[in-house]
């Protein structure tokens, strides 16, 4: 492990080798001696890990030394120490980013020598903090979090790669469990925002009236039981992402709110005057047809266009073809690791299930049904056998239904109307059929518009 380096610049020879020789009982710690700034300036390049600069030095005061140093080097902790016992000067340069401030008495050495150790804490939980974010970068790669081959996929990839290339919102769509959490990470931790905040909101995972506070904070005192100030979740993420899980959720009057933040780029706390500058990029995700929610009233056209951005919309898993084995199969992987199983394979059998089968639940659904596979196997292979939908019993139920094609196709056609709400021409366009077809039902009293 490399030695802790430790420039002290004194311009008093007796008290800069008392503390010399006192940080230097460390064995860690390598400490260099300096009688002028401009000593030390000069040896800049050599990476000192911390500076103590005595404030009053022949050749520069302590506040322009300091200066001089975070213009060559920001990152390098300094800490002051002065014969002045003003609080103004102790106030101003801690304010100015000053890592401590001594006074010069009997008791420096000592409080020298823990203000160093807790700024060595501090340096190594900034690099741990700085560690996990590039782990996270590696992560939330494109290969390694969103996994699959497909042309459904490769064509989302090409959208990812375009919107981390700028700071463009972006809106993702997709059923429920196709991974739109997964893809927003992997937009941030790609983007030149990777080493600042990514938080995620689900907004319909907050009670309606707290949905204001828990975004933007509020002040101490802004309502009862708010005992001091709150940081909301845009502060928290400012410099780096903020992901709106289920925009489509949040009531109009919030969504005026949040129109604002995002054309002011600031905010202001719920009981509070101040405004805070936001630096904030913006990802949301639904599973509805925001458009749709515009149509109905439900959304602010403004709102739309302000959160659209790029859209990205997530293929169901049963058009990813062939991906749902390579997705089965890092399943598999990750649950035999996290249980230290032995090594289990899926029978050609199962491979054929797996692929039969069409996932209302989509990723999230296949996870589930591989980890109770995994623990139903009673060899190292998976078979058939051991697979279990968790929708097959409705399924059974909808083909046990003793009814003719053409009444099975009538319950579609239904159940989709009311999913469209009753709009024919966007239920033929999911089901793939003429609209005329759906017509033609109604006026022969196939489907009855009550039914819808």
């Not at 439900?298 to 997530?314: A, C, H, K, S, T």
Request: overall charge negative.
């Amino acid at each position: 492990m490399s030695q802790f380096k430790i420039f002290i610049v004194e311009d008093d020879p007796w008290y800069g080798q008392i503390l010399q020789y006192h940080m230097s009982l460390n064995p860690d710690y390598e400490v260099e001696l300096f009688s002028t700034a401009k000593d030390c300036l000069a040896k800049l390049q050599e990476k000192p890990d911390l500076i103590t600069v005595d404030f009053s030095l022949p050749d520069m005061t302590g506040d322009k030394l300091f200066q001089r140093i975070k213009d060559f080097n920001p990152s390098i902790p300094v800490v002051v120490i002065s014969s002045q016992e003003d609080i103004s000067v102790a106030v101003n340069l801690l304010k100015a980013g000053v890592s401590d401030y001594l006074v010069k008495d009997e008791a420096t050495k000592d409080l020298l020598w823990n203000s160093v150790i807790k700024i060595r804490e501090n340096q190594s939980l900034k690099q741990e903090v700085e560690t996990l974010k590039e782990e996270l970068g590696h992560k939330f790669s494109f290969e390694k979090s969103i996994l699959g081959t497909s042309p459904a996929l490769k064509r989302i990839f090409k959208l990812i790669e375009k919107s981390i290339r700028t700071n463009i919102n972006v809106s993702i769509t997709g059923e429920t469990g196709t991974g739109k959490e997964v893809v927003a990470k992997a937009i941030h931790y790609n983007s030149e925002r990777k080493k600042k905040n990514f938080i995620a909101v689900n907004m319909s995972a907050i009670p309606k009236d707290l949905v204001e506070s828990e975004l933007f904070g509020y002040e101490k005192g802004a309502f009862t039981g708010a005992m001091t100030r709150k940081i909301g979740k845009f502060e928290e993420a400012n410099g780096g992402t903020i992901f709106l899980d289920e925009i489509a959720e949040m009531d109009l009057n919030l969504q005026s709110k949040l129109l604002r933040v995002l054309q002011e780029r600031e905010l202001t706390r719920v009981g509070g005057n101040e405004s805070v500058k936001l630096d904030v990029r913006i990802l949301t995700a639904t599973h509805k047809n925001l458009s749709e929610e515009v149509r109905k009233g439900n959304f602010r056209e403004d709102l739309f266009f302000r959160v659209m951005g790029l859209p990205i919309e997530l293929p169901p898993l049963r058009e990813r073809g062939a991906d749902i084995l390579i997705l089965a199969k890092h399943f598999i992987g990750e649950f035999v690791k996290s249980n230290k199983i032995a090594p289990l394979s899926l029978s050609p059998d199962a491979k054929e299930k797996l692929m039969n089968y069409h996932y209302p639940g989509n990723v999230r659904e296949l996870k589930a049904l591989i980890d109770l596979a995994a623990v139903m196997a009673d060899s190292n292979e998976i078979v058939a056998d051991d697979i279990s939908f968790f929708s097959l019993q409705r399924e059974q139920s909808f083909l046990m239904e003793n009814k003719t094609l053409r009444q099975h196709t009538c319950d579609i056609v239904i159940h989709y109307l009311k999913k469209c709400n009753k709009d024919v021409v966007e239920t033929a366009r999911v089901l793939d059929i003429g609209k005329s077809t759906i017509y033609k039902m109604i006026k022969e009293g196939e489907i009855a518009l009550e039914q819808v």
